[in-house]
């Protein structure tokens, strides 16, 4: 079946280093792609979000990358912060349906001071 | 603050016991969801609620069974659980429409079926 999945379980960075997180999906029809952060004790908060016609969207610190041709997402955070520290999921949907949202498992980062 | 509001926070109860979580959002939107989080898993799609219909129904087992008695509320009653039910069950929240819209997530309430 489709699935959305993490390159890596945990990653451990330096503060004000750059970090990378990565996510492979694996529906080519998915045409929305969502960050979320989750810190400990806390819901999802969403972070940045990206349509399949764009290939880069930058906010503040943050950007995602979109590479249809590899079923390819990463989150990009510049200057990563001690406040950084949490789980990390990328989410997808296709068909221009927003409820059927497929989460990835997550990934750990982890801001070394 | 998150425009999402669940409560409880933390649910202790026994198998035999019946329970309902409350969620309330501030956030003027018109569609609801409870998705299940246990340890190591991806997120669980549950319920679904737009305009206060039910949408979808995940193949979730009868002895959950959610209420949205209007587009700002919703709940999730819970009866005769099983150890395993144990998990973070969050609600979300988003303006359902022909524009994409992301998901707002409440704190979640913690259960723990004893």
Excluded at chain 1, 6 to 23: A, F, K, M, R
Excluded at chain 1, 72 to 81: D, E, F, N, R, V
Excluded at chain 2, 61 to 75: A, D
Aim: aromatic residues 8%; charged residues 15%; contains cysteine.
């Amino acid at each position: 079946g489709e699935s959305v999945g993490l390159h890596l379980p945990t990653l451990s960075v330096q503060e004000g280093d750059n970090s990378i997180i990565n996510c492979a999906y694996s529906n080519s029809a998915s045409d929305y792609f969502i960050w979320y952060k989750q810190e400990s004790g806390k819901g999802p908060q969403f972070i940045i979000d990206i349509r399949s016609n764009m290939d880069k969207r930058q906010g503040q610190r943050v950007t995602v990358l979109l590479n249809k041709t590899v079923k390819h997402l990463s989150l990009q955070i510049a200057a990563t912060q001690p406040g950084d520290s949490a789980v990390y999921f990328c989410a997808e949907t296709a068909g221009g349906s927003n409820y059927k949202l497929t989460f990835g498992k997550g990934t750990l980062l982890t801001v070394n001071p | 603050e998150t425009g999402v509001t669940q409560t409880p926070r933390h649910l202790v109860m026994g198998m035999t016991n019946k329970k309902s979580l409350k969620c309330e959002q501030h956030l003027g939107h018109n569609a609801m969801y409870w998705y299940k989080q246990s340890a190591k898993k991806p997120l669980e799609l549950m319920f679904v609620y737009n305009f206060k219909e039910q949408t979808e129904n995940n193949s979730v087992p009868s002895r959950f069974s959610p209420e949205c008695p209007n587009s700002s509320h919703l709940f999730l009653h819970l009866h005769t659980l099983q150890p395993e039910d144990s998990a973070l069950y969050l609600c979300a929240s988003t303006r359902a429409g022909t524009a994409l819209s992301p998901l707002h997530f409440g704190n979640g309430t913690r259960l723990t079926v004893t």
